[in-house]
């Protein structure tokens, strides 16, 4: 007789306190229940971490073939016909016991911790503790706080063993710096003995305490949730566009929470984008208008005398040397509606395409816009990833965090082609790293028919056999590419070769083009890169409708930064505007940018705070910055979601797209913006990409995680997200539903139209596709004609570059704490700036006779510095190491020593008395 596979059922019934409730196979008893409207008490379980049922706090009784028995409901899962009662006599009893043990030596500080008003176990003691506690022996006391980093704070006395801090190290961050120690009533979160808990991701770790054990060094005795106001926005301190709750007191920022948002961040950030937050409040911000006078000094004036200074400079460049003369740097601090504004007041009114959001240090936009592009739930849940791009825990950290996770626990596989391995090589499939400048090799060789592999010099063969075998039969479907500057100090040739070499090979594979500045991907969408118009339009495909629209475009695409700073060093650039752009600090040639910034007649900033470059504007117009201006911001992936306003702009600071249309009527002309629902209206209707991304459906319900653009394949009249938000739950991410409880409520129920009134969401809320032509469902370009298209042929391989046998290839990276302007303007941050140094293999120190850390000579033919050698055999051979603004910004660092104009950057080392010079 045949073997027959029954399949498992599509769900299951299970009694809930008497009431039937349909389960899916699998699913834990507490989900369930939750699911249904009936509340299981818990403290160590969370729905983002495995179970462990340490606490017993969510003990049920559960009917069985002996009879009932108590059991954990965050550890056992449903089965067909199962009887649960959550609170029953026995249940009820088991339930006060617990935290009746628990409380035994909790001290009775709530009137002093920093959880109280928000506190889990406060709230579980009224619901289901005793009424009255037995105990009347001493409790234990400990020293308190004490710091288990320079961050997070510990409190051993309110600790209830729960594990949730020392799982998340472990399971979800691979960072395990902390864990218990001791016995019996002495048991204890510790750190080891030579090791602080310097994880970028310990926040989290406070966030999901449910008692006040673990407190935050900004926040701690900031203030109580009663008094606190709250509205949910994005965060921008990076790419990923992680969703967050800012919280204010008194008017200023207090604290920054992690709300789960299923398809970005799941609850979880990075501690620089936590507490980057105290940036907003420092004291050097820009608050007024400064011009420099004859004395040379930049003296605060009036917003209508700097704005008049502005417009009489750049018409003076238009006159003598026309539009082209003229160009805009910068951009990826600002808002989409902000970004959209500027692209129109140059191209419309200056009539220069100069304009470029990237400093040097991304992809070319019309590779970026063209590939086929992937969610960050699509990479995780692929098959394989291929990861070309720098260290995502040091640029994207919350991507690492999903990816690690999704390797680790689901099965991904991971191909790190990365020149250095990154954070994610320890659960890799396969690791293979190129030669700096030489991916597209690589990429060639992983590609190719069997036995067809062509040999790749620096590589070893096995490695290459690993990588191909990781890929070998899986569809290209599921197959996600990350990809993006490995290092600064190589050009971007190599990395958009490569990418055009995977896309080409594997038709049906996706891209994550991992840009590491805030809202660069909304940059170019909204036009702010040479030849490239809002929506993902090449200037000549978009010039007939824009032209209708806008009145004027420019008669051929114009520079990059690269090519702007380089005009401007030989005289040919007449004024430049940064927007939020420092690029002595960023762009990676420091000398070129050093020459550019010194030689441009009429130089404009326009920025939140003062910076090297800042410093050097003949015109500062200060602007309001994260958590002082709503509108919409794109992260990584694509996806637009809400800015809103929580503080008070300093000074006169005024938003960018304000600035804009200032700058446009003292010029002669008007952009047509009063305020920002008629610049998106405006976005909707004259960008391709945008169309279907109405304001109801940004702000509405249906885009509380996000609309991606374009909209594709969605069926008309369904709702833009494909799933319900994830109900705010305040045991697994304490400190937000109290606060909402306050009468601050998250715009979840409520739509805030920037510029205008507080709507009921469903008012606006619109349904997906409106516009659209008829159909089941429309493909991302349907109806969107003109949108750039991906030709390969625009990317050939840059030939290898030529390297003496004495020099290093140098690969420049950039790391989460630097010395750039924000992370410097946050006290809590500015000083976790890990010391500058060259990182090299022990081989290649013992060449040079010198030991770890001493210091060595590093040159390149523009430049010298002297760094401390570090041994990292992580290393490959032939290459250094180093990060960029890794030191202040008035030193040399790293981007001393590349010329942007080069392939790949080499260095020589030598020791300080001369002598050496590494054998590569």
Not at 146 to 175: H, K, M, N, S, Y
Not at 509 to 533: C, D, I, K, S, T
Not at 584 to 599: H, K, Q, Y
Not at 881 to 896: H, I, K, Q, R, T
Request: with cysteine.
């Amino acid at each position: 007789m045949a073997d027959v596979t029954l399949a498992p059922p599509a769900e299951v019934t299970v009694v809930i306190d008497g009431r039937e409730v349909k389960a899916q196979p699998g699913e834990l008893i507490i989900d369930a229940a939750e699911r249904a409207g009936i509340f299981i008490p818990r403290f160590c379980y969370h729905p983002r971490m495995k179970p462990v049922g340490m606490c017993r706090m969510c003990l049920v009784e559960l009917s069985g073939p002996r009879g009932p028995s108590l059991q954990p409901a965050c550890f056992v899962s449903v089965a067909d016909g199962q009887e649960i009662a959550t609170a029953s006599p026995a249940a009820r009893k088991a339930q006060e016991g617990v935290l009746e043990f628990l409380l035994l030596n909790h001290p009775l500080d709530c009137p002093v911790c920093d959880k109280g008003g928000e506190c889990p176990l406060q709230d579980q003691a009224v619901s289901h503790g005793p009424a009255e506690s037995r105990f009347i022996e001493e409790k234990r006391h400990f020293a308190k706080p004490i710091a288990l980093g320079p961050l997070t704070l510990l409190d051993r006395e309110r600790c209830i063993q729960c594990a949730r801090c020392t799982r998340f190290a472990e399971e979800i961050a691979g960072e395990p710096l902390i864990d218990f120690f001791g016995r019996g009533d002495e048991i204890e979160v510790a750190i080891f003995p030579d090791r602080e808990f310097t994880s970028y991701f310990s926040g989290n770790t406070v966030q999901i305490c449910p008692v006040g054990a673990l407190t935050s060094v900004p926040y701690r005795f900031r203030s109580r949730p009663w008094d606190l106001e709250q509205v949910e926005t994005t965060c921008t301190y990076c790419a990923v566009g992680c969703r967050v709750a800012l919280q204010s007191s008194a008017g200023r920022v207090v604290r920054m929470l992690g709300v789960d948002s299923e398809p970005v961040n799941q609850s979880w950030l990075c501690d620089r984008g936590r507490y980057g937050f105290e940036s907003i409040h420092a004291p050097e911000r820009l608050g007024e208008p400064m011009l420099r006078f004859e004395g040379g000094d930049l003296q605060p004036v009036a917003w209508h005398e700097a704005l008049r200074e502005v417009a009489a400079g750049l018409r003076q460049a238009l006159s003598t040397a026309g539009p082209e003369s003229i160009g805009v740097i910068g951009g990826a601090r600002l808002a989409n509606e902000d970004q959209y504004a500027w692209s129109k007041l140059a191209r419309s009114v200056i009539g220069t395409d100069n304009v470029d959001a990237q400093l040097g240090d991304g992809l070319p936009a019309e590779l970026v816009l063209s590939l086929p592009q992937a969610t960050i739930d699509q990479a995780c849940g692929a098959k394989v990833v291929v990861l070309l791009a720098g260290d995502l825990r040091e640029e994207l950290p919350v991507l690492h965090l999903r990816l690690r996770t999704a390797a680790a626990h689901h099965g991904l596989k991971i191909v790190d082609c990365s020149p250095v391995p990154t954070a994610l090589a320890g659960l890799a499939a396969a690791t293979v790293s190129s030669r700096p400048g030489e991916a597209a090799k690589l990429a060639a060789a992983l590609v190719a028919p069997p036995g067809e592999v062509p040999e790749v010099e620096g590589v070893a063969p096995t490695a290459i056999e690993s990588a191909r075998e990781a890929l070998l039969g899986v569809d290209p479907s599921q197959i996600v590419v990350v990809v993006g500057r490995a290092s600064l100090a190589e050009s971007a040739a190599s990395a958009s070769a490569t990418a055009a070499i995977f896309a080409t090979a594997w038709p049906g594979a996706r891209f994550l083009v991992a840009l590491r500045r805030a809202n660069v991907r909304g940059a170019l969408e909204m036009g702010l890169a040479p030849g490239m118009l809002p929506g993902r339009v090449p200037l000549e495909a978009g010039r007939s409708l824009l032209e209708a629209q806008w009145g004027h475009l420019p008669p051929s695409a114009g520079l990059d930064a690269r090519g702007m700073l380089e005009a401007a060093a030989a005289g040919e650039l007449k004024a430049l505007v940064l927007l939020g752009a420092d690029p002595l600090s960023d762009f990676p040639d420091r000398a070129l940018a050093t020459r550019a910034l010194e030689a441009v007649p009429f130089l404009v900033a326009i920025d939140t705070h003062p910076s090297v470059s800042v410093l050097l504007a003949d015109v500062v117009l200060p602007a309001a910055g994260f958590g002082e201006r709503a509108g919409t911001t794109t992260n990584v992936e694509g996806r637009v979601t809400r800015l809103a306003q929580k503080a008070v702009p300093p000074g006169v600071a005024r938003p960018d797209w304000v600035i804009a249309s200032e700058i446009a009527e003292r010029l002669g002309s008007n952009l047509g913006f009063d305020h920002l629902e008629g610049i998106w209206e405006e976005i909707e209707r004259l960008a391709p990409a945008y169309r279907g991304a109405t304001l109801g459906a940004v702000y509405g319900l249906a885009g509380m995680d996000g609309v991606v653009v374009p909209v594709e394949a969605v069926a008309l009249g369904s709702p833009l997200s494909s799933r319900a938000r994830r109900p705010i739950d305040p045991i697994a991410t304490p400190g937000i539903h109290s606060v909402d409880e306050q009468g601050a409520p998250l715009a979840a129920g409520l739509s805030v139209i920037p510029g205008g009134d507080v709507a009921e969401s469903e008012e606006v809320e619109e349904e997906a596709g409106e516009g659209l032509p008829p159909g089941e469902a429309q493909p991302a370009t349907a109806g969107r004609p003109g949108m750039v298209e991906l030709d390969s042929r625009r990317w050939p391989a840059p030939g290898a570059p030529v390297v003496d046998s004495y020099s290093l290839r140098l690969v420049a990276r950039r790391r989460l704490y630097d010395y750039g302007t924000l992370v410097q303007m946050a006290p809590s941050l500015k000083g976790l700036a890990e010391a500058p140094g060259v990182r090299m293999r022990l081989a290649e120190l013992e060449k040079l006779g010198v030991a770890s850390g001493d210091e060595v000579r590093v040159r390149s033919p523009h430049a010298e510095i002297v760094l401390p050698a570090v041994a990292d055999d992580d290393v490959p051979q032939g290459v250094a190491l180093l990060a960029v603004s890794s030191g202040p910004a008035d030193e040399p660092g790293a981007s001393s020593l590349i010329d942007s104009g080069e392939a790949v950057a080499t260095v020589r080392i030598d020791t300080l008395d001369g002598k050496g010079g590494a054998d590569g």
